[in-house]
Structures are given as structure tokens and as C-alpha cells.
């Protein structure tokens, strides 16, 4: 998997982008089944202008896998848990896609038994 990481008004250190990678190599095990190159691009954010309501930090992430593209985007009062905020939400929208295709293939499956039983 590729990651591409980018901060906006926030100055990346060495250890950030370990963390931050560290994170999303999670997503990396859901998504071995892809038959295209999946591509993380993350972009991180220190905001003023929201600190009053709490939150300080933005975390964005775009997953591209199988030609389908998979946003999330969280607000934390610390980069971790924005980070980790969306790194489950891409997580839940994996699974859930995974899931919904297993269910179109089981769904032909049963249609096709029933043909074959119907004719026979």
C-alpha cells in the first residue's frame, strides 16, 4: 500500500509520519484482496480557528482500492485521536463494501442453484 501523507499548517517530524503510518497499515490487511495498487492519501491539519470548539487537529483520509474511492475526515483535540478516528471510519466503509460485494456473489450463487433445481 502506498501512503501519502500532507500537513497543512502543521509541521511533519519523523515521528509523526511513523505514527500516522503505523496507523494505516491496518487497512493494508483489509484491503490484500484488491486486484489494483491501493493508495492512502492523508492530510493532516492544525486549525486555530476550530480550537475554540474543542477541536485542534483535522485528519482526512482517501483510500483508492478496486477503482472505488473511500473518504473519511475527523476533528480531535489531539492529532492520535483524529488519526485514529479515521483510520476506523475507512476501516467500517471497507468492511461494509467487502461485505456488500460477498453478498451480490452469494445472492448469484442461490439464484443460479435454484435455476438448476427448477430445471431438473
Same mark, same amino acid.
Given at each position: 500500500?502506498? $501512503?501519502? $501523507?500532507?500537513?497543512?499548517?502543521?509541521?511533519?517530524?519523523?515521528g509523526?509520519r511513523?505514527?500516522i503510518?503505523?496507523k494505516?497499515?491496518?487497512?493494508?490487511?483489509?484491503?490484500?484482496?484488491?486486484?489494483?495498487?491501493?493508495?492512502?492519501?492523508c492530510?493532516?491539519?492544525q486549525? $486555530?480557528?476550530?480550537?475554540?470548539?474543542?477541536?485542534?487537529?483535522?485528519?482526512?483520509?482517501?483510500?483508492?482500492?478496486?477503482?472505488?474511492m473511500?473518504h473519511?475526515?475527523?476533528?480531535?483535540?489531539?492529532?492520535?485521536?483524529?488519526?485514529?478516528?479515521?483510520?476506523?471510519?475507512?476501516?467500517?466503509?471497507?468492511?461494509?463494501?467487502?461485505?456488500?460485494?460477498?453478498?451480490?456473489i452469494?445472492?448469484?450463487?442461490?439464484?443460479?442453484?435454484?435455476?438448476?433445481?427448477?430445471?431438473?
Amino acid at each position: 500500500m502506498q $501512503i501519502t $501523507i500532507k500537513g497543512t499548517q502543521y509541521e511533519l517530524t519523523d515521528g509523526t509520519r511513523a505514527f500516522i503510518e503505523e496507523k494505516f497499515l491496518a487497512l493494508d490487511k483489509l484491503a490484500q484482496g484488491s486486484q489494483s495498487p491501493v493508495s492512502l492519501a492523508c492530510e493532516v491539519e492544525q486549525s $486555530i480557528a476550530v480550537e475554540r470548539a474543542g477541536a485542534k487537529y483535522r485528519a482526512e483520509g482517501n483510500l483508492s482500492a478496486d477503482g472505488k474511492m473511500f473518504h473519511a475526515e475527523a476533528w480531535s483535540s489531539n492529532l492520535e485521536g483524529a488519526v485514529d478516528r479515521v483510520r476506523d471510519d475507512l476501516m467500517h466503509e471497507l468492511r461494509q463494501a467487502r461485505g456488500r460485494k460477498r453478498g451480490f456473489i452469494r445472492r448469484g450463487g442461490a439464484a443460479l442453484k435454484r435455476l438448476f433445481r427448477f430445471g431438473s
